[in-house]
Nanobody
Framework: QVQLVESGGGLVQAGGSLRLSCAASGRTFNVYVMGWFRQAPGKEREFVAAISRSGGSTNYADSVKGRFTISRDNAENTVYLQMSSLKPEDTAVYYC????????????????WGQGTQVTVSS
C-alpha cells in the first residue's frame, strides 16, 4: 500500500521549465517501479515516463524524449519529473503512479495513483 501526492504544477510559458514531484508514503517505496502519465482535455491518458526501483533504468514516451527527465530519491520517497522546453501540447493533468512489477510498462500494472497536478503551457 502506498499513497502518492503530486505537486509542482502550474502555468509556464512555452520553452520554459517545470519540475514535478511525487511524494510517497509507506515504508516500501523502493519496491515500486514509478511512472508519470498525463491526460489532456478531450484525450485519453497517455504514458510519459517510468523509472526502475533502483533508478538505474528509465523509459520515455517518444513525445518527451530529450526534454523530460524522470528521477527518484528513495531515501526521500520521492519521484520527480523535470520538464524543459515545454510546449503547449504538454498541457495536461500529470499523474504519478506506482507499479509493483519489475518492468517499465507504458500501460499495465500501475496499481496506485496520485490525485494529479495541472500543467499549463501558454504560447
Amino acid at each position: 500500500q502506498v499513497q502518492l501526492v503530486e505537486s509542482g504544477g502550474g502555468l509556464v510559458q512555452a520553452g520554459g521549465s517545470l519540475r514535478l514531484s511525487c511524494a510517497a508514503s509507506g515504508r516500501t517505496f523502493n519496491v515500486y517501479v514509478m511512472g508519470w502519465f498525463r491526460q489532456a482535455p478531450g484525450k485519453e491518458r497517455e504514458f510519459v515516463a517510468a523509472i526502475s526501483r533502483s533508478g538505474g533504468s528509465t523509459n520515455y514516451a517518444d513525445s518527451v524524449k530529450g526534454r523530460f527527465t524522470i528521477s527518484r530519491d528513495n531515501a526521500e520517497n520521492t519521484v520527480y519529473l523535470q520538464m524543459s522546453s515545454l510546449k503547449p501540447e504538454d498541457t495536461a493533468v500529470y499523474y504519478c503512479a506506482a507499479n509493483p512489477g519489475r518492468l517499465l510498462p507504458v500501460k499495465d500494472g500501475y496499481a496506485y495513483w496520485g490525485q494529479g497536478t495541472q500543467v499549463t503551457v501558454s504560447s
